[in-house]
C-alpha cells in the first residue's frame, strides 16, 4: 500500500493544498508549527474518516473539531492511494453535518463507493476493508510518533524498566496497550465493594448487617410464634370466661327469683312473730296500766302517815352536831383564857428581874467588845517579840572582830601583789638561763668557719701537683690557702672570747635566782600564817567573810529600831485596854496580858448569855398575848352563834333538840317515799300520754286480729311448705364457686392480656424489621452480582492477555529478531523467548554464545529494539494482511544521537524497500545523514 | 343433583366476630347463616323467599390483596423510607375505607391477603379494626387468602372484630340478607396452599348472589396451588358477582352463563412490587336488578412508576437529567419512580454512583417525591469492531462472548463483566485519532 497524493480542501491550517509522495523513503522536514502533525492527522482522516471507532453510535472522533478549516471552507479532501496494482481515490467531507465520502478505483475510472456497504453507523469502511485494519489499529501499527517510539530519556529518569515493559508488551500483545492498567482498575472496584470478610466495605458490611438482623428476626419470630400461642391461650381463657359469665347471669337471675320467694316467706315468718309480740305488748300495755293505779292509791297513804311525825322544828343531823360542838368549844375557850392571864404574869415577872441583874453588862456593844478583845491579843504578842529582841541583843558578837579582819585582808593583799612581782622576776632570769645555756657547740663539724679550714687545706693539697709542675703557678693557691687560714684562725679567736663572756653572765643570773626563791618561800609562809589565823584557805574566802560580818551588822540595827517601835504600841494598847475593862470591872488588875485576855473572853460570853435569855422570855409573852387575844374573838363567835340559835328554836338544850331530830329524820323518810312515789307516776303518765297506752293497746288488738288472717292464708298455699330461705342459700354457694371461677378465668385473661401487651409491644418491629432483612438481602446480591461481573472481567482479561501473549509473541519472535540484529549491528542477533514462570525476553550474543535477559541492556539498546520491534510488527501485520503497510514516523528520533540515528536510518532505508516510508522531522539532521549515507529519498516541502 | 340441606350453625351471631362473647343483638346481619353442607331442614332457597317483591340497589366495594405488614418487596429506599413506605399500606386501606364512607356502600368485600399471616402485627389488626368502625353500617366480608389463612392462630381467629365484619371460614357460607334479596357466599383458605377446587351446592332460588373468594380463576383440568377456581364451576353458581382476590393486576371478565356472571379480579389497591406500577385501585360496584356494574376506583396513596429513558447521545450529566425531565413530563412527580437509564451510553459518559446521586437530588427538587436511578445503559462500544481487533481487547471480547455462549444463564451478569472489562482496558485511554 502506498500513499501518492493528498489533497486538502480544507483541513485546519491546509486549504487546497496537495501532497505528492513518491515510493520509498520520502522526508517531511519542517520546523515546529509548520503543519507536519496536521498533515499525518490529515492523511490518516481522509483514510478512516471522521467517525470515533469502536463505539455503536455515530460518534465525532475527538479530532474532528480541533482541525476544522482555519479559513472555513470546505472541510475534508481526497486522498489517492495504491494497493497491489490498484489505485483508489477516497474524497472525504469530513464536514459532521455533511458528511460524505467517495471511492473511486482510478485504474479501472469507476466510483466503487456502493460496493462498500455502509454499516449500523452509515459507515462504508472502504480502508479498513481493504487493509483488514481499523482505523485505530492502523495508527497503533504504523505510525510511530515521539511518544510511541522513544521516551528514552525521560523515563529513563523515572524508570528504566517502563521501556522494557513497553518492549514486551509490543512483543506479547503486538500493541502498546499497558494492560496493566486494566487490572489495576478492576483491582480497585473489587477492593471498593470488599470481600464477604472484608466488614468496613460494602458487601461484607451488608453480610455483617444481615447475620445481626436474622439473629434479632430469630428472636421475633420466636417472639411472634410465642405472642401467637399466648394469643390461642387468650382465646381458650376468653371463651371460658365468656361462659362463666354466662353462667353467672344465669345464677344471678334465678338467684333473684329465689330470692323473692325467701324473702316472701321470710315476710310470713315474720307476721307471725310480729303476732306473738303485738301479744307480749298487749300484756305489757294492760300490766302498766294497773300499776299506775295502784301507786296513786300507795301515795295518798304515805302523806297521811307524814302529818302525823310532824316535829315543831325540822332538825338535821348536822345542825344537831354543830350545836353540840359550839357547846363544848364555848366550855373549852373559857378555861384556856384563864390559863393564858396566869402565864403572862409569870413572864413580865421575869423579864424585870433579868433587867435588874444585868443591867450593866447589856449596854456592852459587841463589837468594841471584840476590838479590846483583840487589842489585848496583839498586846500578848507584842511582848513576846520584845523578848525575843532583847535575848536577841544579849547573844550579839563583838564589833572588834570586823576591824581586825580588815586588816588582816590588807596585809594578805599585800603579799600577794609582792609574789607576784617575784615570779616574774624569776622567771626572766630563768629564760635568760636557758638562752645561754642553749648556745650551739663549739666543736660542731658544720660551723661556717670550717669552710674556711677546708679551703685551706685545698689550697695546699692543689699547690703540691703545682709546684711539681709549675712552682710559680704553685704560689697562687698557697696564697689562698694562707688567706683562709688565717681568716679562719680569727672566727676561732672570737668565738672563744664570747664564750667566757656568757658563763660570766649565767653564774651571776643562778644567783639572782637563788634571792628571789628565798623571798618567795617568806611569802608563802606569811601568807598562810594569816589565812590559818581565820581558818581559810584563800583570799577570796577571807573577803567572804568579812562581807558577812558586815551584813550582820545592818540586820542587828533594823532589830533594834523595831524594839523601841514594838514599846511604844504596847504601851499605847495597855491604856486602851484597861480603860474599856474599867467601864464592866470594878476592879481591873494588874497588866497581863493573859490574864486581860480571860477577863475580856469572860465578859463578852455573860453579854450573851444575858441577851440570849431576855430575849426568850419577851417573845414567849407576845406569843401568849396573841393566842389570848384569838380564844376572846372565838368565844364571841360562838356565844353569838348560841344565841341566835336558841333566837330560832328557843332552847339549846341538846336532848330536846335530839328528841326533835329523830322525828324530823322520820318526817324526811316519808317524804322522800313520796317524792319517788310521785316521780313514778309522774313517769308513767308521761309514757302513758307519749305512747297512748289505751290507743296502742286498741291497734294491738286490731293488729293481732288483721296477721292472725293473714298467716292463715298464707299456710294455706303449697309453695309455703318449700324451704325458700335453704334453696337460696344453695343458689348463694353455687354462685359463689361460679364467680370463684369466673375471677380465676378473669386473673388467667388479664395475666395473659399483660404478657400479650408486652410481646406485642416486641413483636411490633418484626415487618419492618422482615422488609430491612429484605433490603439487605438485595443489596447483598446486587454486591455479589457486581463482584461476580468484575472477577470475571479480569479472569478473562487474564486469559486474553495470556493467550495473545502466548500467541502473538512466538510468531512476533523472528521478526523481531532479525531486525535486532540489523539494529545492533550483530551485536545482538537473536530475540529468545522464555517460557518459564511467565514469558521473558532475552537476546542472544554471538561473541559468548549467552543469552542476556532484556532487563540487562543498557537504555539505549533497549530504545533501538523496541524500534526494531515496531518495524517488526509493521512487517508482521503486513504478512498477515497481505497488504504493505506503509510507515508514518513522526519526529520519532529526535531523541536519538547520531550514531542511533544513523543506524535507524538504515533500517528505514532498508524497509522502505518494500514499505513506503514517510518521515517527519524538525531538524536537518535525518537529511543530512541520509545525504551522507547516500540514501535516496523523496523530499516534500511544506512551505 | 339433589339438593342439599344447610345445617343452622348459630343464630344471631357471627362466626368469628363473637370471638367467645356474647354479641349483642346483631343489626346487619340477618339471624340466620348457613353452612354448606348440612342436614339443616331448611334450604338455601327457602331462606331467601322473604321480601324479594322488589330488588333493591346493592353497592359494594371490592378490594384485595392489600397484604398489610408484608416485608417489602424490591424496595430501593432506605430502611426509614421502607417503614415510611410501610405505613403507607395502612393510609391506603384508611382511603378504601374513606372512599366505603363517601358512597355509603352495602358492602366491602375483601377477598383475601389482607393481614400477612405470622407477620401482621398488633398495631395494624387495632388499626384495621378501628377503621372497620367507622363503617358500621356497611356488612364487611373477608374472606381470608393464602398470605392470611383463616387458621386458628390468625389474627381473625384470635382478635375480637367488629360486629358488622364476617370472617369467612374453611367451608362455604351463606349470608342472607333478605332485606336486600341478596345472599352473600364466602370461604377462606385454612392453609397456604389449597390445591382442590370444592364446590359449593349448586344454588337456586332468585336471591341474587354475590360470591367471595381468594383463588385462583382457571381453565377447565388447569391446576393451581392457590384454589383453582374452574370457569366452567364458576358459570355453574349462576352467581351475579365474583369478587375474587389473589392476581394483583385487575381484571374482569363475564361469565358465559344465564346470570351473565361478572367474575372480578381488583387488583392490588397499593403496588406490592415494581410489577405493580402506575394507578391502583379498588372495584366500586353496583347491582341495580340483577345487573351488574362495577367502576374502578384510584385508592394507591404513592403509585410506583418505572420509566427508562435513553440517554444515547448524551455527553454529560446535564444532558441525561434533561433527557430525564423529557421522558418523565408526563408524570404525576408524587410517586416512587425508578428511572432506568438506558440505551447506548458514550464510554467518557460517568453514570456511576456519584452521578445518579446527584440526578436524583436534581429531580427532587424538581419536585419528585422518589427517584431511583438505575444504570441499565450498555457503554457504546462496537463489539463487532472489537471482535475483529487483533489486540488484547479484540481477543478479550471472542473470550467473553464465547463464555456467553457457554453459560447462557448467567448472561446478563457476563454481559456486564464484558462491558466492565471494555471499560477498564479501553475507556480510560487516551485515544489519538
Known sequence: MKLERVKFRGFGRWTEREFVFGDGLNLIEAPNEAGKSTLLQGILALWFGPKKEGVQTRTKAEWVDRYLPWNGGDYGGEIEYRISDKRYRLIRQLDWKQEAEQLVDLTEGKDITQEFAQDSRKDRLFLERQIQLSGESFRRIAVLTPGAAAEGKKEKKNNESRMIERLKRLLFQGEDLDVRQAFKWLEERLSEIGTPRASTKPLGAALVRKEQLERELEQLRAKYQQYVEEK????????????????????????????????????????????????????ALEEMIRQREELVEALDLLKKEKEVHQPPHLITYAEYYEVAEKLRHKNSLEQQLKEDAYRLEQLDRSIEEMKERFGRLLGMEETEALDALHRVKELKRIHERIGELKGHFEN?????????????????????????????????????????????????????????????????????????????????????????????????????????????????????????????????????????????????????????????????????????????LAAKSVEESRGWLERFLDDVPQFDAALWAELVESLISQFRRAKTELKHLQMER????????????????????LKRWEQRTGTTDLERIRHWLERSEMVRKLEMKIHEEENKLVELDRRREKEQWEEKLRECKEKMLENTKAVEEWSKKPVSRVDWKARLSEVELEME????????????????????????????????????????????????????????????????????????????????????????????????????????????????????????????TIDQMVFALRLSLVQFYSEHTGVHLPLFLDDCFVHFDEWRIRAALELVAEIAEHH???????????????????????SILLA | MPRQKWKKCCSGSLGFAENGRKSRKNLLFPRIIYLFPSDSPHHWSAACERGRSILKTVTWIHTADLHLDEPLKGWKGT????????????????????????????????????????????STVR?????????????????????????????????????????????????????????????????????????????SGEERKILVLHGDLVNPGETSPYFPVPRDELANLEAAYVALGHI??????????GSGTLVCYPGSPEALNWKETGERTVVLGTMEGREVRIERIPVQTRAYEKVAVDVAGCETREEVLKAIFAGTAALNRDCYLTLTLAGRRRPTLDLEAGTRAWLADELKKAGFHAVWLEDATKPDWDLDYFRKQPGIAGMFVRRMEERMKQEPERKEELERALYIGLEALLAREKVLV
Open chain 1, 396 to 568: 550579839g558578837e563583838a564589833g572588834g572582830r570586823l576591824a581586825d579582819l580588815e586588816q588582816d585582808l590588807s596585809k594578805l593583799e599585800e603579799l600577794q601583789k609582792q609574789e607576784k612581782e617575784w615570779h616574774q622576776a624569776k622567771m626572766q632570769v630563768d629564760v635568760k638561763l636557758a638562752e645561754w645555756t642553749a648556745q650551739p657547740s663549739a666543736l660542731s663539724l658544720f660551723r661556717p668557719e670550717n669552710a674556711w679550714l677546708a679551703g685551706a687545706a685545698a689550697g695546699v693539697a692543689l699547690s703540691l701537683p703545682l709546684l711539681w709542675w709549675n712552682p710559680l703557678l704553685a704560689l697562687l693557691p698557697l696564697a689562698g690557702a694562707a688567706a683562709a687560714g688565717w681568716y679562719w684562725w680569727k672566727r676561732g679567736e672570737e668565738e672563744r672570747r664570747l664564750r667566757r663572756k656568757r658563763l660570766e653572765e649565767s653564774e651571776s643570773l643562778k644567783r639572782e635566782a637563788r634571792v628571789l626563791a628565798d623571798r618567795l618561800s617568806e611569802n608563802e609562809r606569811r601568807q598562810n600564817t594569816v589565812l590559818e589565823k581565820w581558818k581559810v584557805k584563800s583570799l577570796a574566802e577571807l573577803a567572804r567573810m568579812q562581807a558577812d560580818l558586815l551584813e550582820r551588822e545592818r540586820q542587828k540595827e533594823a532589830l533594834l529600831q523595831e524594839l523601841r517601835q514594838l514599846k511604844e
Open chain 2, 127 to 203: 388499626f384495621v379494626q378501628n377503621q372497620l368502625n367507622r363503617i358500621p353500617s356497611t356488612a364487611v366480608f373477608i374472606a381470608p387468602g393464602n398470605h392470611d389463612p383463616c387458621r386458628p392462630d390468625s389474627a381473625y381467629a384470635l382478635e375480637s372484630w367488629p360486629e358488622h365484619v364476617h370472617i369467612f371460614k374453611g367451608e362455604w357460607e351463606a349470608v342472607p340478607f333478605p332485606d336486600w334479596n341478596v345472599t352473600i357466599v364466602g370461604r377462606a383458605f385454612t392453609d397456604l396452599e389449597e390445591r382442590n377446587w370444592i364446590a359449593p351446592p349448586p344454588v
Open chain 1, 622 to 641: 407576845v406569843l401568849r398575848e396573841k393566842e389570848r387575844k384569838e380564844r376572846e374573838e372565838q368565844l364571841f363567835r360562838v356565844q353569838d352563834f
Open chain 1, 232 to 283: 390461642q391461650r387468650h382465646h381458650y381463657f376468653l371463651t371460658q370466661f365468656c361462659k362463666a359469665e354466662e353462667e353467672q347471669k344465669e345464677l344471678e337471675q334465678s338467684f333473684y327469683t329465689i330470692k323473692q320467694k325467701a324473702e316472701e316467706q321470710q315476710r310470713m315468718e315474720i307476721l307471725q312473730k310480729e303476732l306473738q309480740h303485738l301479744a307480749v305488748e298487749r300484756r
Open chain 1, 737 to 860: 364457686r361460679v364467680n370463684h371461677r369466673w375471677r380465676e378465668q378473669k386473673e388467667n385473661l388479664d395475666r395473659l392480656e399483660g404478657s400479650l401487651i408486652k410481646l406485642e409491644e416486641w413483636i411490633e418491629d418484626l415487618p419492618k424489621k422482615e422488609t430491612e432483612y429484605a433490603l439487605v438481602q438485595d443489596e447483598i446480591q446486587k454486591w455479589q452480582s457486581e463482584r461476580r461481573a468484575l472477577e470475571v472481567a479480569r479472569e478473562e482479561l487474564e486469559g486474553a492477555y495470556r493467550e495473545l501473549k502466548e500467541n502473538l509473541g512466538p510468531q512476533l519472535a523472528p521478526h523481531a529478531s532479525r531486525w535486532i540484529s540489523r539494529v545492533t549491528r550483530g551485536r545482538y542477533r537473536e530475540l529468545l523467548l522464555q517460557s518459564g514462570g511467565g514469558l521473558e525476553i532475552g537476546v542472544f550474543v554471538p561473541e559468548t554464545g549467552e543469552l542476556r535477559p532484556v532487563e540487562q541492556l543498557s537504555q539505549g
Open chain 2, 79 to 122: 430502611r426509614e423510607e421502607g417503614w415510611r413506605r410501610m405505613e403507607e399500606y395502612r393510609e391506603t386501606f384508611r382511603r378504601i375505607i374513606d372512599l366505603a364512607e363517601e358512597k355509603r356502600v352495602t358492602f366491602l368485600f375483601i377477598a383475601g391477603d389482607f393481614l400477612e399471616y405470622g407477620a401482621v402485627s398488633k
Open chain 1, 916 to 938: 513506503q516510508v514517510v518521515l517527519f522531522t524538525c531538524q536537518s539532521r535525518e537529511r543530512e545523514i541520509l545525504d551522507d549515507m547516500g540514501l535516496s529519498y523523496h
Open chain 2, 248 to 257: 394483583h393486576k385487575p381484571r374482569e371478565e363475564r361469565l358465559d352463563n
